[in-house]
Nanobody, 126 residues
Framework: QVQLAESGGGLVQPGDSLRLSCAAS????????LGWFRQAPGKERDFVAA????????FYADSVKGRFTISRDNARNTVYLQMNNLRPEDTAVYYC???????????????????WGQGTQVTVSS
């Protein structure tokens, strides 16, 4: 399994931006597909964004398209989630996840990822 550590969460106002980072401890980072998920209080964990291995295709939930951008730096073993124009409904604990062997149809499914970070809190409030 891969050890993942998220950072970058915090309290921001509506319309602000945040960038989340997730550092992975693996020598084969390039071979992992990576995802961001979030869980709001009392709700299920939801897919946010994902990026295929080797810096391939990206995928987004409809609710964040045009506002969030996922990217990866294979040299730094890090995946990022740039979040712009944040809304109160974006408030949640954000988790990064890593998996191997994912195909396009499974990129949005939490069950496809074998490793998870501890999460970082993002709160959007005025």
């Amino acid at each position: 399994q891969v050890q993942l550590a998220e950072s970058g969460g915090g309290l921001v106002q509506p319309g602000d931006s945040l960038r989340l980072s997730c550092a992975a401890s693996t020598q084969s980072f390039r071979s992992y597909s990576l995802g961001w998920f979030r869980q709001a209080p009392g709700k299920e964990r939801d897919f946010v964004a994902a990026i295929k291995r080797y810096g391939g295709s990206t995928f987004y939930a409809d609710s964040v398209k045009g506002r969030f951008t996922i990217s990866r730096d294979n040299a730094r073993n890090t995946v990022y989630l740039q979040m712009n124009n944040l809304r109160p409904e974006d408030t949640a604990v954000y988790y990064c996840a890593a998996g191997q062997g994912l195909i396009t149809s499974t990129m949005h499914s939490g069950a496809a990822y074998g490793s998870w970070g501890q999460g970082t809190q993002v709160t959007v409030s005025s």
